[in-house]
């Protein structure tokens, strides 16, 4: 199970930072952190998205490879 969780955490993870990088996608721009939590998120807000990336890919990552 927590394989599972940590490999879903991995796969939202670089889907953030693709999301920071790639325009008019449906499904990225769908996943987007600010678009979730800002009422108008802008191009501006959309490095939010690869900080959050980073760090969710990053933690996920490590928690799979140290347990």
Do not use: K, L
């Given at each position: 199970m927590?394989?599972?969780v940590n490999i879903?955490?991995?796969l939202y993870?670089?889907?953030l930072v693709l999301a920071a990088f790639i325009r008019?996608?449906?499904i990225l721009e769908s996943m987007r952190v600010d678009g979730l939590?800002?009422?108008n998120p802008t191009?501006?807000?959309r490095?939010?998205?690869l900080l959050l990336g980073l760090l969710v890919a990053g933690?996920?990552?490590y928690s799979l490879l140290k347990g």
């Open positions: 927590n394989t599972t879903i955490g991995v993870g670089i889907t008019g996608n449906r939590v800002m009422p191009e501006g807000s490095p939010v998205n933690y996920a990552a």
